[in-house]
């Protein structure tokens, strides 16, 4: 008797049903926002990863050498795929670009409760636009999805941080250029480990200032108002200013677009992937198990990054199906699909051709 491989799973029909739903709204939302769906292979070449991401990433990947000789990969993310396939068009291509995606991802991990080695994910990805409009308009997006699934601003919150904010702040209390990574790399990972974990993490990037920074770090993590948060920014400079302006604009943006209830500012979210350059967010469940349900930021240097020469700001966000999926179905928020004929045809055996020929006429008529 076969089973599925670990990590991996069935779909039968009403487990599709539930599956196709999401999909459902993905597609009918984006497309209230016009962002435009593509496609990309799901085998892409082993060095379009290891070249975004480190060496250290093959660990994390389905690969394999081809009968031709290539080292490949089954896709573990899309955001390398659609900067290949914008770079490659990029002065044909109408700005903004704005692209959604809903595909199948592979990752080999040890699988847990909301994590496969198999799984879908929604990409709504917004490039050529470098200011605010872009990082607000994906939030709204994300949010509409959120509350067209049926959750609200009592069942999940965005965590809003922004990258550039702990660069100035990192640069006011003396954290060099190349200490930076591994600080914020802490700082990321502080909030899923003990404090002394993240002391040795920090003494290891900046030696011999592990505690005075741990304490700065603590107090910039409890900022949660946007006037303090701006205050703090404006002690840093003129580029401190610029950035705390920029805050207050992207808050009045998302106030424009509705999603104020449902935004907190959060500076412990700093987002582990190197390449996000600005504003980044998840999106947490306030109930339950409090899982991450969908993460994203600003990533404006990747696409030159992996094209070489073209230079093109970018944003976009990502969700996953199996987390969103245990979610809604723990608050009792998908539906029961129900799947049966608009039209029955009766008949013995002596009219079964007259029977069959109205049956066909019937699904000619769109039944």
């Not at 497309?31 to 292979?41: G, L, M, N, Q």
């Not at 909301?114 to 879908?120: E, I």
């Amino acid at each position: 008797m076969f089973e599925t491989l670990p990590g991996f799973r069935d779909f039968p029909p009403e487990a599709c049903s539930c599956r196709n739903h999401l999909f459902r709204v993905f597609r009918t939302v984006a497309r209230a926002f016009d962002f435009k769906e593509y496609d990309a292979p799901v085998l892409e070449p082993l060095e379009l990863y290891v070249e975004k991401s480190g060496e250290e990433i093959v660990g994390q990947l389905f690969h394999f050498e081809d009968k031709g000789g290539r080292k490949v990969a089954l896709r573990p993310e899309l955001t390398p795929s659609l900067a290949r396939m914008v770079a490659s068009r990029a002065n044909s291509l109408p700005k903004p670009i704005k692209w959604f995606n809903v595909g199948e991802h592979f990752r080999y991990e040890r699988p847990q409760k909301g994590r496969g080695r198999s799984f879908y994910q929604f990409n709504a990805d917004l490039l050529g636009e470098p200011g605010i409009l872009a990082d607000a308009e994906l939030i709204a997006l994300l949010v509409a999805i959120l509350e067209t699934l049926g959750l609200h601003a009592e069942l999940f919150a965005v965590r809003l941080s922004d990258r550039t904010t702990w660069v100035h702040f990192l640069d006011s209390i003396g954290v060099s250029i190349e200490q930076r990574p591994g600080v914020l790399d802490a700082i990321d990972k502080s909030e899923r480990k003990k404090p002394e974990q993240t002391l040795e993490a920090l003494e290891k990037a900046v030696p011999g200032k592990s505690s005075e920074l741990w304490d700065r770090i603590r107090e910039i993590k409890s900022i949660d108002s946007i006037d303090s948060l701006a205050g703090q920014l404006e002690e840093c400079g003129e580029e401190g200013k610029a950035r705390a302006k920029e805050w207050r604009d992207l808050m009045a943006l998302l106030d424009a677009h509705g999603v104020m209830p449902c935004i907190s500012i959060d500076l412990s979210i700093v987002r582990g992937l190197a390449y996000y350059t600005g504003f980044v967010y998840e999106v947490f469940e306030k109930t339950g198990e409090g899982r991450a349900l969908a993460g994203g930021g600003r990533y404006d240097h990747l696409v030159k990054k992996l094209s070489g020469n073209v230079d093109m700001p970018a944003a976009g966000f990502a969700i996953g199906d199996m987390t969103l999926a245990d979610c809604l179905k723990s608050n009792g928020l998908l539906p029961a699909y129900v799947t049966a004929p608009d039209l029955f045809v009766i008949a013995g055996d002596e009219v079964q051709a007259e029977a069959l020929a109205l049956a066909s006429r019937a699904r000619k008529g769109g039944f």
